[in-house]
């Protein structure tokens, strides 16, 4: 399993297929969760989509202790001490013989092979749903042009059966593939986190030109008419990475200057913590675990820099933690 | 990022009360409201009376209609005695003894709701008809009496048979009442002097050899009951008039004036203005409870906004205030009520529980596809949603392909606000083309036709019936498909035998089931199958039989002979509708634990024969042990195997096959002495919690003691897809394949009772209007994919609270607080807590 397919079209690495999904684009979706990301954000929610290898999981509340996982991992890499299961990572391969074994779902296989063909039929079958909401398939992650053929090859064969599709990216990605997923994207949720070069380095691993360079081609190619994708900038607020009014001020300002009449929205996604447990479970540090959530005031304040940053203050709108409590302070104000 | 949203199914009976209070009421309905609930503080209720002809062996409590409710049996000789025991002396007519039954019973009826039952109008009501719950003598001669005490409680009778097939896990069966649609709008049309003069002409058409016979019996019988409602109203419109006198508050003496006008017209004669008609409607509907000596069964008002409209549009035309229609509306709603009252010092609040259904259906298509929403249809919603909280009358709203966005958005909305579904949603194209369906299968098409099919309304719960000529015994069999799977695992006997919990006695080993022989024998899995099916065809057979011993003794002993003149087809024939009098009369058999059944046969499949997990020596022995010593075994069974409910195509066609199976099974039956033709439902009422208790373990997983599956939905937290996944394979088992490219349309349906489906939902899913139209979206998916019927509900705080303290029960559940999703159980429990916190928040 640990090698990729030559025929990257044919075949991809994903984690799971999100059903009924009302976060990742317009209408009622199925979200595709890729595996692999080239960017590795220090605040990642999705630790397990980072890795282009499939990793193994164990749940301790589930597992009954039976042991069956020891005999039947074949490269003897499983073993028991005091705080339960060991796994000794640098020689697992990831082929799933422990998972078939595991009475309890205790250990779960993150990362599965698919192939394009069966993972377009599973996705039609929510097609009623994508038809009476104006929503249809998402290919989230991870960043699923890390593996752009299969993306690719995904995103064209959803749209031959009239599927809409959104595209996910943190746009770190080569601009050809980019631009050939662009030409089968309906939407577009394009991730742009830090304006600042160096800062972007320090938090994410990589430089930012190049994903400038793609929201740029974004533009293009919809002027060009190749693209008919909706655009929809989305950036995580990270307190003391992201979230500072200097930066939010700053990609307020690149929207403004590059992408008027382009963008449709500008989702400010708030910081949580749901994915502390799954760090935990991966044998990973977190640096963001004891990090509180927003309140609404602060949520209040971010926003507030966003909608007199330049862009269309009516664009901007937040999700996440303290969305709920977030709204009611809207309409009160309002009314 | 993710999205997210959670669903597992869950009985409404399970969620919390809703926080929701009623709003926009008058004094008056404020006054009657709070007056209504505080129950057993009231100085007026309509609490049971009974009434006896004063013979030594006469009896009120006919223990049949109670045979669907097994907590109640032990209670039957306590019953029959106290309502005995209290029953006030009606004189007789010099003749009653030489009457015929259905005459006996019609006049009875008709002296005690006349002249017998005070008649009361509460402060403010603008509706009469107050007391209508009543016990009435069966009626019976000494002969009569001892002959249905030989067939009931006799050794051999129908009591010991019930409660036989109920300890061992079969289920159960009884003649019940209720449940139908009377022929309201005919009387709001012609009144009941029209029916009489209907009658009349019956019985001088019958040939003069069948003067005497049983048929002019009935409809002598018939003529007396349709003249109850007309002396009854008499008497309330001398109430109003008394009243007038008394009061000093001229408003409300114009109300009564125009209330005894209104009573003075209807219900004898037709309707013109809404007051009238509701007046009508009312009076009738509450006899039928009379009639039957039960409050409110299933008793269901069909298309009211449709046929109440001409009324109401007359009326707004001639000026009637529109808050005044819906001020009448909410004293019907206010009576309705009422029906509670017949219990009210027994059992918690007050008697009220939600074991009634006073049904009635909302908007939906007509017989050219085009949406029939309609004025009344919105106020109507309106008085609903500010009347909520309240029980009865149950609202059940249709949806179809044009449905109207506006209607969508009001449903969600309420929805929304009130942590879950306040009414029913029906899906017109499912539910019709399952009507069609039992037309073609059992040679009514000339009553159900495309062109009158979209008719139909729903009564009691969700069951599909058309209006005012069908009585298809809705709730009256209740089989477990889950017992032919364990008399499979042992060739025909009880995996475990009965013991009488109140003797200790054990049962002798002996085998009741089809001889299979021994499964360990099964080379194949298809070898295990055709022993499932001569063992389902052996339960269904054995209800089927449990069924005609009580359906015979009630058409012999317990006419209704008011309620047979508002059902077509009892006065052409002269036959009651106890005896098959209605044009339509199916008995329906409700298939209970399905999920259960198909997950255990996958189980089968996939642990001994697919997996070779274990022997079927192994699995018979796990299960007899209650899966005691063999957890990992049950642990494979429950998180191996695969189930239906997750839009696999595999475990689904599973399901479709077991749904063929039974639902062919059940279409080979008619009633013998009353030549009604069985059809298929998936109800449950509340049998998949209490008989979990009595079935032995599965091969699911499941072992005794725990929940079974609830009507069509999948076993609880096996839907790990999510609610499309859910709702596709509830698709998928109703109408097979998908035509095309993942849409199922709506064409066919096996079930032509409907099938109970429930989904829940994170609150979060409707926290926006944004999201409220993705809900909306849903219910138009769901109309394309899913099934007959769909209740929603929220998950709210309290029930994240219960997934914390038991985890076990709550695996799939997700919940979504950002753009982000996690398993609730897997998350530490501050994180929990957190979680808990802001999904308590977010719903206010």
Redesign the interface.
């Given at each position: 399993m640990s090698s990729v397919e030559p025929d990257g079209e044919s075949t991809g690495l994903i984690l799971h297929v999100q059903r009924l999904s009302t976060e990742d684009g317009p209408g009622i979706r199925s979200t595709v969760f890729f595996k692999q990301c080239p960017l590795s954000c220090r605040w990642c929610h999705n630790p397990e989509s980072i890795s282009a290898q499939p990793q193994l999981q164990w749940y301790s509340t589930r597992c009954m202790g039976c042991h069956s996982c020891v005999g039947a991992c074949p490269s003897g890499c499983i073993s028991f001490g005091p705080q339960g299961f060991l796994l000794d990572r640098a020689r697992c391969d990831g082929c799933g013989a422990c998972v078939e074994e595991c009475p309890t779902n205790a250990l779960e296989l993150l990362g599965r092979r698919v192939r394009v063909d069966a993972l377009a039929e599973e996705l039609a079958k929510d097609r009623a749903y994508f038809e009476s909401s104006g929503g249809g398939v998402t290919l989230s992650g991870g960043e699923p042009l890390a593996q752009s053929g299969f993306a690719i090859a995904l995103l064209q064969r959803l749209k031959e059966k009239g599927i809409a599709t959104a595209l996910d990216t943190c746009g770190f990605a080569a601009t050809e593939g980019m631009g050939q997923a662009l030409r089968s994207t309906d939407t577009l949720l394009f991730d742009l986190k830090i304006m600042d070069r160096v800062s972007h380095m320090a938090f994410t691993g990589q430089p930012n030109e190049l994903i400038l360079k793609n929201v740029l081609l974004a533009r293009t190619l919809r002027e060009a008419g190749e693209t008919g994708a909706r655009l929809w900038i989305r950036t995580p607020l990270i307190p003391g990475a992201t979230a500072t009014r200097e930066n939010i001020v700053a990609i307020g300002a690149f929207i403004a200057e590059h992408l008027d009449g382009v963008l449709e929205r500008w989702e400010l996604c708030a910081f949580n913590n749901l994915c502390r447990e799954q760090y935990r479970r991966l044998g990973m540090e977190w640096a963001y675990a004891e990090t509180p959530l927003y309140d609404t005031s602060q949520l209040d304040e971010i926003s507030g820099w966003a909608r007199a940053s330049g862009v269309d203050p009516s664009r901007v709108a937040v999700t996440g933690a303290a969305r709920a409590a977030y709204s009611r302070t809207e309409e009160t104000r309002r009314s | 990022?993710?999205?997210?949203?959670a669903?597992t199914s869950r009985a409404p009976s399970e969620r919390p009360h809703a926080i929701k209070t009623p709003s926009n009421l008058s004094p008056r309905i404020t006054w009657l409201r709070d007056y209504y609930f505080s129950g057993t503080a009231r100085a007026w209720n309509n609490e049971f009376t009974s009434w006896t002809t004063g013979t030594p062996w006469d009896f009120q409590f006919n223990e049949l209609t109670f045979y669907i409710v097994p907590e109640t049996y032990t209670f039957f000789p306590t019953f029959r005695a106290a309502f005995r025991q209290t029953a006030r002396r009606v004189d007789l007519d010099p003749h009653f003894w030489s009457w015929s039954l259905p005459e006996r019973r019609a006049w009875f009826l008709r002296r005690v709701m006349t002249r017998s039952l005070p008649c009361e109008i509460l402060p403010g009501d603008l509706i009469a008809g107050a007391r209508f719950n009543v016990m009435t003598s069966t009626c019976l001669t000494s002969k009569e009496a001892a002959e249905f005490d030989r067939l009931v409680v006799g050794k051999a009778g129908t009591r010991q048979a019930v409660k036989w097939a109920h300890d061992h896990g079969y289920g159960n069966a009884g003649a019940t009442s209720g449940h139908l649609i009377p022929d309201y709008p005919r009387v709001l049309k012609h009144g009941w002097r029209g029916i009489t003069q209907e009658i009349e002409q019956a019985l001088e058409a019958l040939p003069a050899r069948e003067k005497q016979g049983r048929r002019a019996a009935q409809l002598r019988g018939m003529l007396i009951a349709a003249g109850t409602a007309r002396e009854l109203a008499a008497r309330y419109e001398a109430v109003c008039e008394n009243l007038v006198a008394e009061t000093k508050d001229p408003t409300r003496a114009r109300e009564l004036r125009q209330m005894a006008r209104n009573l003075s017209l209807v219900p004898w004669g037709p309707s013109s203005t809404f007051w009238e008609a509701v007046q009508s409607l009312w009076l009738t509907h509450m006899l039928v409870m009379s009639d039957e000596n039960y409050p409110g069964p299933g008793l269901s008002f069909g298309r009211i906004d449709q046929y109440l409209l001409p009324y109401w549009q007359r009326s707004l035309a001639q000026g009637m205030d529109r808050e005044l229609g819906k001020e009448i509306l909410k004293c019907f709603w206010i009576h309705c009520n009422t029906a509670y009252d017949a219990m009210i010092r027994t059992g918690a609040h007050q008697g009220i529980t939600a074991g009634y259904g006073q049904l009635l259906s909302l908007s939906g298509r007509g017989p050219d596809g085009h949406d029939m929403t309609n004025d009344l249809t919105w106020a109507i919603l309106e008085v609903i949603d500010e009347m909520s909280p309240i029980l009865e009358p149950k609202p059940n709203v249709r949806l179809h392909r044009g449905s109207p966005d506006a209607l969508l958005e009001k449903l969600v909305d309420m929805i929304a606000s009130s942590q879950g579904s306040p009414f029913l949603l029906n899906f017109d194209e499912r539910s019709e083309a399952g009507m069609l369906l039992e037309a073609r299968l059992a040679g009514l098409e000339k009553q159900i036709t495309p062109a009158n099919v979209a008719d139909y309304a729903s009564v009691g719960c969700l069951e599909n019936t058309m209006p005012g000529n069908d009585r298809s015994g809705t709730v009256d069999v209740n089989l477990n498909l889950l017992k032919a799977v364990e008399l499979t695992l042992t060739g025909g006997y009880d995996l475990v035998p009965f013991a009488d919990p109140m003797t200790g006695k054990t049962d002798a080993v002996t085998r009741r089931g089809s001889g299979t022989g021994d499964p360990t024998g099964f080379r194949t899995f298809e070898q295990f199958w055709a022993a499932y099916a001569a063992q389902n065809r052996f339960i269904t057979k054995l209800l089927v039989d449990l069924y005609e011993s009580s359906e015979s003794v009630r058409a012999r002993f317990s006419p209704t002979p008011y309620l047979s003149c508002l059902v077509r087809g009892c006065i052409e024939k002269g036959l009651d509708v106890t005896q098959g009098g209605a044009e339509i009369g199916f008995v329906t058999i409700e298939a209970v634990t399905f999920a259960t059944t198909v997950d255990s046969l996958l189980a089968v499949k996939h642990l001994v024969y697919d997996r070779a997990a274990c022997t079927m020596e192994e699995l018979v022995a796990a299960l007899k042990d209650n899966w005691v010593g063999h957890?990992?075994?049950q642990?494979?069974a429950a998180?191996?195997a695969p189930k239906y409910g997750r839009?696999d195509n595999e475990a689904d066609a599973m399901a479709r096959r077991v749904m063929e199976l039974w639902t062919s099974e059940t279409w080979r039956h008619t009633t013998r002495s009353t030549h009604r033709q069985f059809r298929p439902g998936m109800l449950s009422w509340n049998y998949w919690v209490s008989d979990g208790f009595v079935l032995a373990a599965s091969p699911d997983g499941r072992p005794k003691g725990k929940f079974l599956s609830n009507a069509l939905c999948p076993s609880n937290g096996a839907d790990t897809?999510?609610?499309?996944?859910n709702a596709?394979s509830v698709g998928k088992v109703l109408a097979g394949e998908?035509e095309k490219?993942?849409?199922?349309f709506a064409t066919e349906n096996l079930l032509p009772n409907g099938g109970s489906h429930t989904i829940s939902f994170n609150p979060?899913?409707a926290?926006?209007p944004e999201?409220r139209?993705?809900l909306a979206?849903?219910l138009?998916?769901y109309a394309?994919?899913g099934g007959s019927a769909l209740q929603i509900n929220m998950i709210d705080a309290e029930m994240l609270r219960d997934a914390q303290a038991h985890?076990e029960s709550y695996?799939h559940l997700l919940?979504?607080?950002?753009?982000?999703?996690?398993y609730f159980?897997?998350?530490?429990k501050e994180?929990q807590d957190?979680i808990i916190a802001?999904e308590s928040?977010?719903l206010r």
């Open positions: - | 990022m993710a999205g997210h949203v669903a957890e990992k075994l642990a494979l998180n191996k839009d897809n999510g609610p499309t996944a596709n998908a490219d993942g849409v199922r979060t899913m926290r926006d999201h139209a993705k979206a849903f138009r998916g394309r994919n985890p695996r919940v979504r607080v950002t753009g982000y999703n996690a159980t897997t998350v530490g994180l957190e802001r928040h977010a």
